[in-house]
Each structure stands twice: as structure tokens, then as C-alpha cells.
């Protein structure tokens, strides 16, 4: 059983899972407080940013409060890594928190892994993986998910169904 895991999403994440319509499925996750950055929120469509909204009045997921991400660690990443901001909110928030941070970009992954430690950074198959594990879909349904992610235009590795599974 895992402890209790704040994780920061990115909105390469979000949208991904959003697109598949598994964004309510993750945010059920037992053991697992999905939070949302400012800049995170307001790089998601209308659609996905309503979503979002739901999800938090319900209390499945939280908002972070923008004071909590700090200006000066913001901007410095920002200038010595050129990631878009959303990515540079959540990567301030990783480094100078006790988040594990989710993200489907492949450079934001490469150096959030590089500046704090690779069991601190998963994407969205993860928490699919995740899902399955507590039995909130089955290992077909996080494959569908997996594959309307891809369909959308997510950039994800080529899985078989099989990887839910073990």
C-alpha cells in the first residue's frame, strides 16, 4: 500500500486524461491527493478547465494556492530551462514542496528527473496503473483510456495491454 502521495499535474497530464474522459477515474485514486496548478488550470481548453472546476467542488481534486509557488524559483527555472510555464509552476512546486510530479512531456520529465529524483516523477499511464491497482477500472478499460490518448494526440510509448496488468 502506498503513503499518501500529493502529486502535482501537469497539464500535459490533464489534458491527456481529460481527452480519454479518465480525468474523474485518476482523481479517485485511493492514497493519492491530485493538485492542480494556477498556470496548469489556465492552460487547459474551456472543456477540460470546467472539468477541472467539477472535480474540484467535489473534492477530488485540489487547487493549488498560488502562493505557494515561489516567484524567484519560478523565473529562475523558467530562464535556464525554457519549459512552458504551467511545466515551470509544477517543477517549482516539486522541487520546493513534498509533491511527486505527473507529466507527460518528455523534457519536463528529463529534468524534473535530473533536478529531483525519477520515483518522484510518473505520467498519466502511471496513475492509470494506479487505477487498476485499486480497482477503479480494469486493466481493458485503462488500455481504452491509454489508447483514446494516444488517438487524441497525446505523445505516449508504445504499451501493450499487458502492462496494466503486471
Not at 59 to 64: C, D, L, Q
Request: charge should be negative.
Amino acid at each position: 500500500m502506498r503513503d499518501v502521495v500529493d502529486l502535482i499535474i501537469d497539464a500535459s497530464s490533464v489534458i491527456n486524461l481529460s481527452n480519454a474522459e479518465a480525468l474523474a477515474v485518476v482523481a479517485a485514486l485511493p492514497n493519492v491527493n491530485i493538485c492542480v496548478s494556477p498556470l496548469v488550470v489556465g492552460e487547459c481548453e474551456p472543456t477540460c478547465a470546467a472539468e477541472l472546476l467539477a472535480l474540484q467542488e467535489q473534492g477530488t481534486i485540489r487547487f493549488v494556492d498560488p502562493n505557494e509557488v515561489s516567484s524567484e524559483r519560478f523565473l529562475t527555472l523558467l530562464d535556464e530551462h525554457e519549459l512552458g510555464e504551467g511545466e515551470t509552476e509544477c517543477l517549482a512546486l516539486l522541487l520546493d514542496g513534498d509533491y511527486v510530479f505527473c507529466c507527460d512531456d518528455g523534457k519536463a520529465r528529463r529534468i524534473a528527473i535530473a533536478l529531483a529524483d525519477q520515483g518522484k516523477v510518473v505520467g498519466s499511464l502511471r496513475l492509470l496503473k494506479w487505477a487498476v491497482e485499486a480497482g477503479l477500472c480494469t486493466a481493458e478499460e485503462a488500455f481504452e483510456y491509454y489508447e483514446r490518448m494516444k488517438d487524441a494526440g497525446g505523445f505516449l510509448p508504445d504499451i501493450a495491454l499487458e502492462w496494466f496488468q503486471s
